[in-house]
């Protein structure tokens, strides 16, 4: 009988090193100080960001701008939740995710009508609409925001200490919880859907693939990620503010950026260029203004000589990947008597 | 009643400025398939040009034009050739990411070299000049010669499309790029002319927006979307259709804001959101999406 | 001895990784009309394209009126005098009639054809000048895809497969008014399916066969049994 192998050698070694990394991560409370579990957190915030934007424009070729939409939904949802229904803020992350789905259904109704570039700009007005609308509301801060009342904070944990590993393994399981939906994802078959739609639409369309429903599913499942990621993300912040989070730097700029440069379409392209992204905000900082230029003359300068990214380069060139999911098909041949 | 009437009236001419925000991104569209997302901050760009233009040369914004609209074009052809034609082809990514970082890098060194200080130009008397047309209905005369500009321009546009050797280049070169090359035209040539003639057209939007209100290197991406808007609501592809598109937006945004100062902007894209649900072809489409 | 007017030596061509061609040669001398026949895929309108520089010959040469022309695009070929038929027609659909004639002159290029020259050749043209091009019959838009070509005063024109989807008589017609363009000083080589059309038309054939010249001769000269092998690869 014939079967699809999905490993190869490059990607044994690949899942051994996340192995270990995980393990390492997950001890993380134990080795390292304050600082290094909010950055570690923080980093592990945007790898779950990119890699769901990375699923949306890499794969089933949903190109957004407005991704902030959802994480400021997410951030509101649990500040409202914790601050005016006394829902526990675990909790109300998990709330989150399915209620950004159901809004995020008859918002793809609308918006799918729209193509290519077009429909960029459409999600990026959809994010202004909630981010006004956030605005209006003033028992969440109105235009200036609010804080996340003490009482809520302790809800969490009793020390502070406590709270800060709660939320670093939060963190921490969403970005693994991301990554592992998406190689589940992409190992099904409608994985193997998603890479043929993004290799050539109409040919998928033509072979039987619901293009349309597909990408609605992704385009839900990924509203949902993200307004998880950013509860957790306002949960760490502590303090929300439509401008915050509804902004298109912090939440699209970036996230593209670690995108672009870290290989687009790939899963492994996102944990790249947030390790880049990180270095590159550690050094250049300072500069202001001109860190965020130089940002943006890296994303052109790579889009346009290295389209696929750092990963794409390495991993094209040596056939590696770290993780399994390309697909060989081993035939039997049966032995001629 | 009379209050609606003005209330409208402000939003039709207003409407004027936002088609001109369209126009260029509309004609970018036709001729190339690109979209343009730094479109909104090469706008503020503009002022600025203007900016450094009057102070430099103590012309006042109107005449400003003179210097700014061919600077502005230039800049659009080197932009063009140099950097865009390089994202051009059957990939949407590049093209859109580019022109993103592109919005970034314009924003971002706006901020450098301006700071965030918000900056008006002056252009005199004619700011506070108003005609009264009928009965309790007043006109200022600045919204009304940006009105008749934007007007002027759309025309101007069209003319050229359907009328000049130029056009028939810009319409030949949309329809099928490698027969165009067999008629002898460059087509990098062909698509950086259009990159000017719509950095032309950002430029006169830019001064008028530069004199009406105040500009900071930050607002770019809002005057993006309201042409976007424009666009959509009046149609793919229709440049008059821009026209109506920019009225209907900036009636909706002056109706919006007469309601709750807060909803401006949020009736102007209800508004949009509400054409994409039952009529997302818009009102004169000419092309499909 | 005269310069040949066209001259290919060995052209290779590729579409990506795919040859096309495969060291093919040809000439064509001025005032000549040569046709180019082969099964469908045998590379013909590859290699007008490779002569109109849309796909540059990756090895060989194309030397054009004593100049080489192989690694030129496509828009300054034109300008030396080379136009391009291209196959299915392929008219502007934004541009009118009128519109598709004036673009193909937009090179500028002095000699003898002019709108009012093609409206003669093609008076169908003439009466439906505004309309837009694609709602003309199929005949109809290859006479205006024609015109269009000529109006760049090329000194060299190539047909790709002009009678493609057309009625019989319709291709008649069309062939009948080929002297009159020859008359001018122009040459041609044209690419045809219809075999019995080509012979008639051209003085000279070549017959490719899977990107290979296979055979190449005198149209007069050539039996039916040499081209029928040649076309298959018999």
């Known amino acids: 009988m014939s079967t699809v192998q999905h490993a190869t050698r490059s990607s044994h070694v690949g899942v051994a090193l996340i192995a270990v990394v995980l393990v390492v991560l997950a001890a993380a409370p134990a080795w390292g100080d304050r600082n290094t579990l909010r950055l570690l957190a923080e980093m592990l915030t945007f790898v779950a960001l990119a890699s769901l934007w990375n699923l949306l424009a890499g794969y089933a070729g949903l190109v957004s701008v407005g991704q902030q939409a959802f994480v400021g939904f997410g951030g509101y949802l649990l500040f409202a939740l914790a601050m005016l229904a006394g829902v526990h803020p675990i909790l109300a992350i998990f709330i989150a995710g399915p209620a950004a789905a159901l809004v995020a259904v008859p918002l793809a109704v609308l918006i799918f009508r729209l193509r290519g570039a077009y429909f960029a700009i459409g999600t990026w007005v959809v994010a202004e609409v909630f981010r006004l609308l956030a605005s209006q509301i003033s028992v969440l801060g109105g235009g200036s925001g609010i804080s996340l009342p003490a009482a809520v904070i302790i809800s969490i944990a009793p020390t502070r200490q406590m709270r800060e590993f709660e939320i670093y393994w939060l963190a921490l399981g969403l970005a693994v919880a991301v990554l592992g939906a998406m190689v589940a994802l992409l190992r099904s078959r409608h994985g193997l859907a998603l890479t043929a739609i993004r290799d050539n639409e109409l040919a998928a369309q033509s072979n039987g693939i619901d293009v349309g429903r597909l990408k609605l599913i992704v385009y839900v499942l990924v509203a949902a990620g993200t307004a998880m990621t950013g509860a957790l993300i306002f949960l760490m912040k502590l303090r929300i503010s439509p401008d915050t989070a509804f902004s298109v730097n912090d939440w699209t700029a970036f996230v593209i950026f670690i995108v672009v440069v870290g290989g687009i379409g790939r899963i492994e392209g996102p944990i790249i260029g947030t390790i880049i992204f990180f270095v590159m905000r550690q050094t250049l900082a300072d500069l202001g203004s001109l860190y965020l230029l130089i940002m943006g003359a890296v994303a052109i300068i790579v889009m346009l000589w290295a389209p696929k990214g750092l990963w794409g380069l390495v991993a094209d060139r040596f056939g590696w990947q770290a993780l399994p999911l390309q697909r060989r098909l081993v035939l039997e041949l049966e032995k001629k008597p | ?289 | 001895m005269p310069e040949h007017l066209l001259k290919l030596t060995a052209i290779d061509a590729f579409y990506g990784d795919f040859q096309a061609l495969f060291g093919v040669s040809l000439t064509v001398e001025a005032g000549q009309v040569v046709a180019v026949i082969g099964a469908n895929g045998a590379g013909k309108s590859t290699l007008l394209k490779s002569i109109a520089g849309l796909m540059p010959p990756r090895r060989g040469d194309i030397v054009f009126d004593g100049a080489s022309v192989g690694a030129l695009p496509a828009f300054e070929v034109v300008k030396r005098g080379i136009a391009l038929v291209p196959e299915g027609r392929r008219l502007f659909p934004s541009l009118s009639v009128e519109e598709n004639l004036l673009i193909g002159g937009q090179s500028k290029r002095s000699g003898p054809w002019s709108l009012q020259r093609v409206y003669a050749l093609f008076p169908v043209l003439s009466e439906r000048r505004h309309l837009p091009a694609t709602s003309l019959s199929g005949g109809q838009q290859q006479m205006a895809a024609i015109g269009r070509a000529l109006m760049s005063n090329p000194r060299l024109l190539l047909c790709d497969e002009i009678s493609l989807g057309l009625a019989p008589i319709i291709v008649r017609d069309i062939y009948a008014r080929l002297p009159e363009i020859v008359g001018e000083g122009l040459s041609l080589i044209i690419v045809e399916q219809d075999i019995v059309q080509a012979l008639r038309a051209a003085s000279h054939v070549y017959c490719l066969q899977e990107g290979r010249v296979a055979l190449e001769g005198a149209a007069k000269t050539l039996t039916r049994e040499s081209i029928s092998a040649a076309y298959f690869g018999v």
């Not at chain 2, 061919?70 to 590049?94: E, F, H, K, S, W």
């Not at chain 2, 919204?143 to 028939?168: D, E, H, K, S």
């Not at chain 2, 950002?202 to 979307?225: E, K, T």
């Open chain 2, 1 to 289: 009643m009379t209050l609606w009437l003005n209330i409208i009236l402000q939003g039709v001419l207003i409407g004027g400025l936002y088609a001109m925000f369209a126009a260029g991104l509309s004609l970018i569209f036709g001729v190339m398939r690109l979209v343009n997302i730094a479109h909104g901050d090469l706008i503020v760009f503009a002022a600025y040009i203007a900016l450094i233009v009057t102070t430099g040369t103590g012309l006042d914004p109107l005449t400003s034009l003179i210097i700014v609209v061919p600077v502005m074009a230039l800049i659009g052809y080197a932009l063009q050739r140099g950097l865009l034609n390089r994202t051009l082809g059957d990939d949407l990514l590049p093209p859109l990411l580019v022109t993103f970082g592109l919005s970034i890098i314009i924003q971002n060194g706006l901020l450098e070299l301006f700071t965030a200080d918000s900056r008006k130009l002056q252009a005199g008397a004619i700011e506070v000049q108003t005609f009264e047309v009928a009965q309790g209905i007043w006109i200022g005369a600045l919204p009304l010669i940006q009105f008749a500009v934007a007007v002027a321009v759309i025309a101007g546009l069209q003319w050229l499309f359907y009328r000049t050797a130029l056009g028939r280049a810009f319409r030949a070169t949309s329809d099928d790029p490698s027969v165009a090359q067999l008629m002898g035209l460059d087509t990098r040539h062909v698509f950086a002319m259009a990159m000017a003639l719509s950095l032309a057209v950002v430029a006169i939007a830019g001064v008028f927006l530069a004199v009406r209100a105040n500009f900071d290197p930050s607002i770019g991406p809002a005057r993006l979307i309201f042409g976007f808007e424009a666009v959509i609501i009046g149609g793919l592809g229709s440049l008059w259709g821009t026209l109506i598109g920019g009225v209907i937006l900036g009636v909706s945004q002056a109706i919006g804001a007469q309601i709750d100062p807060g909803w401006q902007l949020l009736a102007g894209h209800i508004a949009f959101l509400a054409i994409l649900a039952f009529r997302p072809q818009g009102f004169f489409p000419k092309v499909s999406h």
